[in-house]
C-alpha cells in the first residue's frame, strides 16, 4: 500500500478550522490517498516550522490567520496572484525542491458568487467592507471581472485609500471611510473586515443596497453572521456567508497540489449538515 502524501494547514488559532474536513471530503471525492492536518503554529515559530514540515516530506501547505504575510515572504517563488495580494495562503513543493507561494482566496470568493450563486460581477457597483489581508486579496481578481465601481470602505480611512491607489489602474476604484456612503446604493456588499467574529457591525447607512443587490460576508460560522441577518433584514436579495468561498479557496489549493479538482457544490453542501 502507498504511503499518503502530507499535507497541512498551520495558523494560531487553528483549532476551529474546516480545513482538515474539507479536505478529507476532496480526497474522498477524488480517490486522493493524503493526510490533512491542522497544526497550531504562531509568527514566532513559522519559518522553522515550514522547513521541518517540509524535510519531513510534507507537499504541501496552507497558511492562515497571522501568518499569510510571512508566507508571502517566505516562498522562493511567487504566482501573479500571490504578487498582487501581497500575501501567501498556500505553499506548493516544486519539482526542484523550492516553495511555491499561491493565494486562492480571490479566487474562491469570485468562484463562489459566480458558479455557485450565479451572482454576477460584470458593470456591477461593488462594495468592499475593510481594508485587511482579506480585501487585498479579492481586489484583483474582482476586478479582472470588470465591475462599473468598486468602493472600498474602511474604518482607518487611510488605509482603504491606500488600497485603492494600488489598484487603480485595473478599473474604477475608490476608498473612503463609512460616512462617506450616504446617498449612494451598491449590486453587492462584500464584508471583508473581521467585525462579524465580534459580532459587530460596520457602521452603514439603510438603503445603501440597490435594488436585486446581494450581501456577502467573508466570515462564516454554525449560525448566520450578524452581517448576513442584517442583509436579510435590508431585503438584500441574497445575503450569503464565506463558506462557499472557504470551500472554492481549499479547492484551488487542491488542484495545485494534486492536479484534479473536486465537486465543492455536494461538498459545500455535505459540510452545512456533517459540519454545521
Ligand atoms: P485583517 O487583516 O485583520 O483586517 C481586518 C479588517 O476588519 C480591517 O479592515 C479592520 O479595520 C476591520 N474591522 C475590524 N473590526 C471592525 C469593526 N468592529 N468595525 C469595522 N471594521 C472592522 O483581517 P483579514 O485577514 O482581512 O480577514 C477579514 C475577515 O475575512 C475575517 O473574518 C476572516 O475570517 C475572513 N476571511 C474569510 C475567508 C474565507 O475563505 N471565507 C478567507 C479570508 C478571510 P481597521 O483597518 O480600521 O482596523
Known amino acids: 500500500m502507498s504511503i499518503p502524501d502530507f499535507y497541512a494547514v498551520f495558523g494560531q488559532p487553528i483549532h476551529h478550522s474546516k480545513s482538515p474536513q474539507i479536505h478529507q471530503l476532496f480526497a474522498q471525492n477524488t480517490q486522493q490517498i493524503m493526510e490533512y492536518q491542522a497544526q497550531e503554529v504562531g509568527a514566532d515559530i513559522f519559518a522553522k516550522s515550514v ?25 522562493s517563488n511567487l504566482s501573479p496572484r500571490a504578487q498582487c495580494a501581497k500575501a501567501v495562503n498556500t505553499l506548493i ?8 507561494g499561491d493565494n486562492t482566496d480571490g479566487y474562491g470568493l469570485v468562484t463562489d458568487l459566480l458558479k455557485n450563486h450565479g451572482i454576477a460581477l460584470k458593470h456591477k457597483r461593488i462594495l468592499i467592507l475593510g481594508a485587511g489581508g482579506a480585501s487585498r486579496g479579492i481586489i484583483h481578481p474582482i476586478m479582472q471581472q470588470i465591475p462599473e465601481k ?7 480611512i487611510e488605509k482603504a485609500i491606500a488600497l485603492a491607489l494600488e489598484f487603480k489602474k485595473l478599473g474604477t476604484i475608490e476608498g473612503c471611510g463609512f460616512d462617506d456612503l450616504k446617498g449612494q446604493s ?14 459587530k457591525l460596520p457602521p452603514l447607512p439603510n438603503n445603501i443596497i440597490a435594488e436585486k443587490g446581494c450581501c456577502y460576508d467573508l466570515s462564516y460560522g454554525s449560525e448566520p453572521t450578524i452581517f448576513v441577518r442584517w442583509g436579510l433584514e435590508q431585503n438584500a436579495h441574497k445575503s450569503l456567508d464565506g463558506l462557499g468561498m472557504l470551500v472554492e479557496q481549499a479547492a484551488e489549493a487542491f488542484y495545485l497540489w494534486r ?7 455536494s461538498i459545500i453542501a455535505l459540510l452545512k449538515q456533517k459540519y454545521p
Open 51 to 75: 522547513v521541518d514540515f517540509f524535510e519531513k516530506g510534507g507537499k504541501g501547505l496552507n497558511c492562515t490567520l497571522p501568518l499569510k504575510e510571512l508566507a508571502f515572504k517566505f516562498a
Open 259 to 265: 492536479g484534479v479538482r473536486p465537486n465543492t457544490q
Open 186 to 199: 451598491f449590486d453587492l456588499i462584500l464584508n471583508a473586515t473581521s467585525a462579524s467574529l465580534s459580532g
Open 93 to 100: 513543493l516544486q519539482k526542484n525542491g523550492q516553495i511555491l
Open 150 to 156: 468598486v468602493v472600498i470602505a474602511n474604518r482607518t
